[in-house]
């Protein structure tokens, strides 16, 4: 990628070519067939784009635990109904889903099979095998229940923490954690390490990883009569290392309940709950120090009025961002959302930024950080029967969706159980449990830019180099949009672009795009856009410059494809690679779809046409005289010949036999000792190294130094060189037998322009040059001429081309 250059493009849809998408659906792809029970999903990213869902269903009589992936695109890559991951007897249920360090999952829940609920877990792999022993590997099944379970994950460990009824007798409730390594082996004690024993109930364990191998641990803590909040941390070796059983992050004579999580990213964490106060419930954090010391405590929720049910994410930042139910307006209950700095500051104003106060009730039911400071918030809307939403807001609280949100999903019936994660291109992957007379669980996507569901972006499915040519082309081909089609008919058009060079200053200032290029943005891109422009672009955080290539009409087709010039050709150790992307386009030129870029590079595959006519004559001493036709030099990328040389007939033309390159067509072998027998080949070769067949074989004897000067010509053979000319031509004739010769030349209309009687001509190679002009001695003016040899009562035509 060096310079911009004018594109051409040749458009062709090629359907068949292109892989199958099965689209988003509008209410998300079912992960069960089954019509009975069914437990809400876990969802984790699979780092490609789409993700892993695991739940429970009772297909199988009682709760079995299954996992599906399902792509970018929607589709569900294994099988109606998913995998089976654990199928013992009783209930297996409640999933925890957390990616590993691989590209798979972990899949945690909990398991009466041994008649009390134990945990179990498992790894499935990225193409669907499990990594551990069938059915689970155990994480705790001592005496007593488990339950509460909280997951999370650190590279290739996945810590688990949960409430405990081992001592229910003594301590009552308690909180253990286990980590286990990629191969399902506890790191610490079996059956978990106590975080928390103190005397009365300990519940809703929160766990996240400290960065080193260790985690964090928070919890609702009755010691002290009332419910409290404490914290944790067990390090690397499983050993809790606050003050004993845990530090009190909040306490008081009413209740504080309901810890949140959050890593501060420097291994510690900030927490959130709920506190009482008597006449109101309100929002409180505190960012926790290297030893559990609160570094800051505060109210989020400053408006004196109720507020609970609420979720938590990191802003990435060390920050968070949080959303929760307010009762402010007292005449229902609306969803409201908070960013708080690293320090503790809130930047969405003291009373936060309302997510709905659409009629009737709305709670929150996740929030993802969006990468860039802000976050999605995904809830519960009542006025349509209790259907999930979602609304963006960016790192100053701003709505970037229409206002109280988009649909998630508003079929027929309820949602409900929402789990969420964030998929590797910035989308939300959304499971929810629905209900319309039987349950089901499913998965919806919604994309980051407009908040539409499923995948209105294209995806390119192929960069391929077009097969047969000589390079400079590759066929680009993209999926459709979801919004392409009968049904939806949102999508207008799509643009196509090609990434050229990085940016070293504003686009105004490129001058490599040629006088006619302007900038542009993609707002400016109709249906009938036509014109030389480029805009500026990412591709893995470096600017480039995008050059427009061409549009396509959206025809509601499942694929398209579009022949597209390159800048260059894939040569010796550079590839010349290439960035394509492509963008959907709608009526309103404000929202638009680009997908994530691809890239391919440009092949040469056709070599050039092999020498003719290659004779070998000694001229003294060791010198062999070489000379050969002009077979590929005509062609626009002949770059040179390659001479090579044996001592055997039928020798190889490989890398020990090379003798030299030359781009005449003549050489001269000083090396030829005259004792020795040599045999000789010649390749024509282009720019981008593809050889000819091999020419002829000629040699030279060691006694008479007489060699075949040319092979035996059988039929009348007619070559010019250089065509294309400007000046005059060389025109060499092949004769298998002494004969007269008369060569004419004529226009495109048949008129003979030139002609010329050589009269009788000995057999073998002969050359005559032909100057370019007609009878009168007149330059011919540049156009396509043909001329006829006749020798005896042989004729061949050939075709030349004059280019002044």
Known sequence: MKTLAVLFSLSILLYSALPASAAWPEYGVNLSPNAGGIDRPGIASDGAGGCYAAWADDRNGDYDIFVQRIDGDGNPLWGTGG??????????????????????????????????????????????????????????TVVNSQDQLAVATEGAFVLIGWRDSRSIGTSGYDIYAQR???????????????????AGNQARPEILSDGL?????????????????????????????????????????????????????????????????????????????????????????????????????????????????????GSDFDTY??????????????????????????????????????????????????????????????????????PVVTGPGTSDDVASATASDGAVLIGYESFTGTFMSRVQRIEPRYGYWGKPEPSIVAVDDNPGDQGGQVAVGWGASDRDNLSQQAITHYSLWRATDTLPGSVAAQT?????????????????????????????????????VTTQQAIYASGYSDLVATRQDSIGGDPAQHYFQVVAHTANSQIFFPSAPDSGHSVDNLAPAAPLGLAAMRSGGPNVDLDWSPSGMAEADFKEFWVYRGTTSGFPTDPAHFLTSTPDTMSTDTSADTG????????????????SDESNEAFVSPVTGIGDRAPS????????????????????????????????????????????????MSAGHQALTFDGRDASGRALPSGVYFYRVTAGAETATRKIVIRR
């Open 83 to 140: 995998i089976a991951v654990c199928v013992q007897p009783l209930t297996q249920a409640t999933v925890s889903v957390v990616p590993d360090d691989a590209g798979g999952a972990y899949i945690v829940w909990l398991d009466d099979r041994s008649g009390n609920t134990d945990i179990y877990a498992q790894r499935v792999q990225s193409d669907g095998s499990m990594a551990w022993q069938a059915n689970g590997m155990p994480v705790c």
């Open 180 to 198: 286990l390594n990629g191969s399902g082996n506890p790191m610490w004690a079996s059956n978990g390490v106590a975080v928390c024993t103190n």
């Open 213 to 329: 191998a260790g985690a964090v641990l928070a919890w609702e803590d009755w010691r002290a009569g009332d419910a409290d909040v404490y914290a944790h941390h067990v390090n690397f070796f499983g050993t809790p290392d606050w003050t004993s059983q845990g530090v009190a992050v909040a306490s008081g004579a009413l209740d504080q309940t309901e810890p949140r999580l959050v890593s501060d990213g420097q291994g510690v964490a900030v927490v959130a709950w709920i506190t009482n106060t008597g006449s109101n419930e309100q929002v409180r954090a505190s960012r926790l120090g290297p030893t559990g010391l609160a570094i800051w405590t505060r109210t989020i929720v400053n408006t004196a009025v109720a507020a609970n049910l609420f979720e938590v994410a990191s802003d990435g930042s060390g920050g968070i961002i949080m959303a929760w139910v307010d009762f402010r307006t």
């Open 337 to 406: 959302a908070q960013r708080v700095t690293h320090a503790g500051a809130l930047l969405w104003g003291e009373d936060g930024v309302v997510v709905s106060a659409a009629p009737g009730g709305q709670y929150p039911a996740s929030v993802n950080g969006d990468g860039e400071g802000g976050a999605i918030v995904t809830f519960y809307e009542e006025s349509l029967g209790w259907h999930v939403y979602a609304q963006r807001f960016d790192g100053q609280g701003i709505e970037q969706w229409p206002s109280d949100g988009v």
């Open 512 to 548: 490599t795009v040629g006088k006619d290029a302007r900038s542009v943005t993609l707002e400016d891109i109709g249906p009938d856009f036509a014109s030389a422009a480029v805009r500026e672009g990412t591709i893995n955080g470096v600017e480039y410059l995008w050059e427009f």
């Open 676 to 691: 020795g027998m040599w045999y000789y080949k010649v390749l024509a070769v282009d720019i981008h190294d593809n050889p």
């Open 713 to 760: 010509l059988t039929a009348l053979t007619v070559q010019n060189y250089p065509n294309p000319f400007s000046g005059a031509t060389e025109i060499r004739i092949g004769l298998p037998a002494a004969s007269p010769v008369t060569i004419a030349v004529y226009d495109v209309a048949g008129r003979r322009v030139a002609s010329s009687d050589l009269g009788v």
